[in-house]
């Protein structure tokens, strides 16, 4: 069973604070997301990549960078954070571009005061 | 553009109800169409999946119809444990690859024993 950890759990920073969320799959897939998840929302994504090196966009990108360093690990950058990224963020991986295989962490919990 | 609508945020039930969640979509390509659910603590996980193949996906004791006459994937199961009580989220993936993925925005049902 694929696994994807994401740290910290929980992290809480002020406005225009510098922050950066983690994301580890050990299964070698070639897909990894990065979700937010809001009360009336669901999921919504913010950026994908398909390999170490790539980005895609996703659909609410703004505020928002991402890095994909290895194939097994994806950060999200919030270098201005504001209140409005107060969210919980979900990191997922896939072996393909597929909706059944996305496998998800736990969250992260970020608060911006 | 593409979306999928959950109209219940919530429902409540009592152990060994019938459960019904409601979900629509709208897209212009092939759909395939998938439920997951998300535990407390949990990131969300992959419960069933439809083609427009197939039409109806089983897991766990859930079912799920697609009519396309209708655009409608409902998620059914006749008898819900309070072991149940989690977000369930409809999926809607479009194209031959599930290229473009479309979350819900979730319905949480609590059962109570």
């Known amino acids: 069973e694929a696994a994807v950890t994401q740290s910290p759990r929980n992290k809480v920073t002020v406005t225009g604070g510098n922050v950066t969320l983690s994301c580890r799959q050990t299964?070698?897939?070639?897909?990894m997301y990065w979700y937010r998840q809001d009360t009336g929302h669901g999921l919504r994504l913010i950026h994908y990549s398909y390999g170490a090196g790539n980005l895609q966009i996703g659909d609410v990108p703004d505020g928002y960078k991402a890095t994909r360093t290895t194939q097994e690990d994806f950060f999200l950058l919030l270098e201005l954070a504001s209140p409005s990224q107060t969210s919980l963020y979900f990191c997922?991986?896939?072996?393909?571009?597929?909706?059944?295989?996305?496998?998800f962490g736990s969250g992260t919990r970020l608060t911006v005061l | 553009g593409d979306s999928v609508t959950q109209m219940q945020g919530q429902v409540t039930l009592s152990e060994d109800d019938f459960l019904f969640i409601n979900c629509t979509y709208s897209?212009?390509?092939?759909?395939?169409l998938f439920w997951y659910v998300q535990y407390p603590g949990e990131g969300p996980q992959l419960l069933l999946k439809?083609?427009?193949?197939?039409n109806k996906g089983i897991s766990r004791g859930f079912e799920a119809t697609y009519d396309k006459r209708t655009t409608s994937f409902h998620l059914q199961k006749a008898s819900v444990q309070e072991s149940d009580s989690a977000v369930y989220y409809c999926v809607l993936g479009e194209g031959t690859g599930g290229y473009k993925v479309v979350f819900g925005s979730g319905t949480r049902l609590l059962v109570s024993p």
């Open positions: 997922a991986s896939s072996p393909g571009h597929r909706a059944e295989t996305l496998y």
């Open positions: 299964n070698s897939h070639n897909y």
């Open positions: 439809v083609t427009t193949a197939n």
């Open positions: 897209t212009t390509w092939y759909p395939t």
